[in-house]
């Protein structure tokens, strides 16, 4: 009996584990995406899935869709309604292999070993759900970096001259 209710807690444990994994993956994938089908697919898929339980009459299956599908499928919807603000706004999309300058933000403050890399160009290794990626620079060195310190541009390391009243 002490077995199979100790199986019992490791197996919630870990459907739990995975169904929060979900969620992390829609963050991801929203730093990674501006396209709403990325969003919308998965959540017809669960609608679907859901619908069908419904129409099979199978009550137990038809609440647990209820109860696991229902928050995702909120998610997934109010991601993929938040692509076209995201993409007039500008937003840019962070993928490993891309590359991109770091430079500094007045919003985020970064620490002395990140300070380090202001103005160097590096490549993405990993997207984070917290809105941070790591990243390899010329030389091996590595770093995890904000993505609002993150530029598809280089940085203008030369001030422009002011050469009289026309230049501005």
Sequence with gaps: MMFELLFLAELLFWVGAMYLSVFEWIKVR?????EKNDFFAPAVFLASVFT????????????????????LIISLVMTGLAQDKQKSDGDLTYNVGDRFWVIPNEDVSLTTDQEAFIGKEGEIDEVNHDRTVSMTFAGGSEAELPIQCLSNTPPNSEKPENKGWWTK
């Design 30 to 34: 929203d730093i990674k995406s501006n």
């Design 52 to 71: 069908g339980s419904l129409l099979l009459e199978i009550p137990f299956f038809s609440a647990f869709c209820g109860i696991a599908f229902l928050p």
